[in-house]
């Protein structure tokens, strides 16, 4: 069984940093995909930074590209979301979650079959 739990969300104040941390437990594939998706109220859930498991591409979209950092602790089988520069622009429920590995990875929700539990990140002006 595939567990996800996220943990680092909080307050801050805009120009901020947070780390948030995903610990996955039971993934069986040592090569998947792994990312971090955010919902605000009102608005689409949307792919915030994607990274290959057991590969070597990253992918960050483009409102938070030399802001976010995405990374992996292999030996503590941790997912990592290093948010610096935070705007309020950025409040949102963050979640990690998890896919197969196909060939390649990308940041389209619905392809993710494993999730995490999500925690709040807010950023005050």
């Known amino acids: 069984q595939v567990q996800l739990v996220e943990s680092g969300g909080g307050s801050v104040q805009a120009g901020g940093s947070l780390r948030l941390s995903c610990v996955a437990s039971?993934?069986?594939?040592?090569?998947?995909?792994m990312g971090w998706f955010r919902q605000a109220p009102g608005k689409e859930r949307e792919g915030v930074a994607v990274?290959?498991?057991?590969?070597?591409?990253?992918w960050y979209t483009d409102s938070v590209k030399g802001r976010f950092t995405i990374s992996q602790d292999n030996a503590k089988n941790t997912l990592y979301l290093q948010m610096d520069s935070l705007k309020p622009e950025d409040t949102a429920k963050y979640y990690c979650?998890?896919?197969?590995?196909?060939?390649?990875?990308?940041?389209?929700?619905?392809?993710?079959?494993?999730w995490g539990q999500g925690t709040q990140v807010t950023v005050s002006s």
């Open positions: 990274i290959e498991i057991g590969g070597v591409g990253t």
């Open positions: 979650a998890a896919a197969r590995w196909l060939g390649y990875c990308v940041a389209i929700a619905d392809l993710y079959n494993d």
């Open positions: 039971g993934y069986t594939s040592s090569k998947h995909c």
